[in-house]
């Protein structure tokens, strides 16, 4: 039996579907990025007109770019460091501009996209420690003004997801203060190919496949051996301590299942979080939320989440870790 497809999403997904093939793993990485990145570039179309400006954060002998949407002319007094996705090895905030735009004006307060240093060129640890020193540019003055932790939230889609969730645990691990929460956007959080929405979702039929997966793992990864308990595979962490989490599945994504499994962790540690599963959608669905209601609710809900948390409204509380999980 077929799974249910969300008639928006099927209407997306059709013309994808019938146009030419590009196998990105077999081409040189700077053609695979530009024909990738380019792709996605359109969705951003429409996005909200908010103000946006550049930024240099420097970052290992170098400087990381990095852009401020601000929805509001006030000063800023609150921010989501937002980490992008594309398998830790295509992606930009260019590519997630939309996206980042959204979030700001969900949530209410600025978003800072960065665009940390991609695989296979730079592998784990790199891409973490680029999202650690955006947190610490935020919370020591770069974007003006010193903005403690409790006013710093993180957030991010796919390998982004990863990102920010290991952002946490690091941050926990080396006694630094606590952020104020996490919105994590159907993140894929360790190399395990054996799920059953891998087996249903990623022979091809919804964008992602398990072979493309297993790929940008091994680019993330690189000498870390695919068992790794580091902060590259995060879900295999001890998760207590974690602030509030909104967390998100698409329901015909083969990572589908990492977020299952990080909600059942996630409530034996006692973490409160929110989690939806949002059936007969993709993975990467967020960037077409111009198109798709599903992807706009999505990140209407982090957005929500993250706004309660910034300003101290602690509303909710954990809930059963497969809240929201329907059979589609």
């Known amino acids: 039996m077929q799974p249910w497809i969300d008639p ?28 990738v990145d380019a792709a996605t570039l359109p969705w951003s ?11 240099a954060i420097p970052i290992a002998g170098a400087a990381m770019r990095a852009r401020l949407y601000q929805p509001e002319a ?14 830790w090895t295509f992606g930009s905030i260019e590519t997630h501009d939309g996206t980042m735009r959204h979030l700001a004006v969900e949530a209410g307060c600025a978003v800072l996209g960065v665009d940390y240093r991609l695989a296979p060129e730079h592998p784990f640890p790199a891409p973490l420690d680029d999202v650690m020193a955006a947190i610490a540019f935020v919370e020591q003055g770069g974007l003006g003004e010193a903005i403690p932790a409790e006013r710093i939230a993180v957030a991010g889609d796919s390998a982004g997801a990863n990102l920010a969730l290991a952002a946490l645990l690091r941050r926990r ?9 996490a919105a994590l956007f159907y993140g894929c959080y360790e190399p395990n190919f054996s799920t059953p929405s891998h087996a249903a979702f990623g022979g091809g039929d919804y964008l992602l496949t398990s072979a493309n997966m297993r790929w940008y793992w091994n ?21 207590a301590g974690l602030p509030p989490l909104y967390l998100s599945a698409a329901g015909l994504d083969p990572l589908r299942d990492d977020t299952i499994g990080l909600a059942r962790r996630l409530g034996e540690a006692g973490v409160r979080f929110r ?23 999505m990140l ?11 300003n ?3 509303t909710g509380g954990n809930q059963p870790w497969n809240a929201g999980l329907s059979s589609s």
Not at 9 to 32: C, S, Y
């Open 219 to 239: 680019n993330f990864l690189g000498g870390e051996p695919h068992g790794t308990a580091s902060y590259a595979a995060p879900v295999r962490s001890n998760l």
């Open 275 to 297: 989690f939806d599963h949002v059936p007969g959608v993709v993975h990467g669905c967020l960037r077409m939320s111009r198109e798709l209601a599903a992807a706009a609710a």
């Open 8 to 35: 928006q999403m099927g209407a997306i997904l059709e013309p994808m579907r019938t146009g030419p093939a590009f196998d990105f793993r077999a081409a040189p990485i700077a053609e695979a990025r530009a024909t």
């Open 45 to 55: 179309a429409g996005a909200p007109a908010i103000p946006a400006r550049d930024f």
């Open 300 to 310: 209407a809900a982090g957005g929500r989440h993250l706004a309660d948390h910034l």
């Open 74 to 87: 006030a000063a800023v007094s609150a921010v989501i460091v937002y980490a992008h996705g594309g398998g």
């Open 173 to 181: 691990d080396e006694g630094l203060p606590p952020l104020s929460a």
């Open 312 to 314: 101290d409204k602690k």
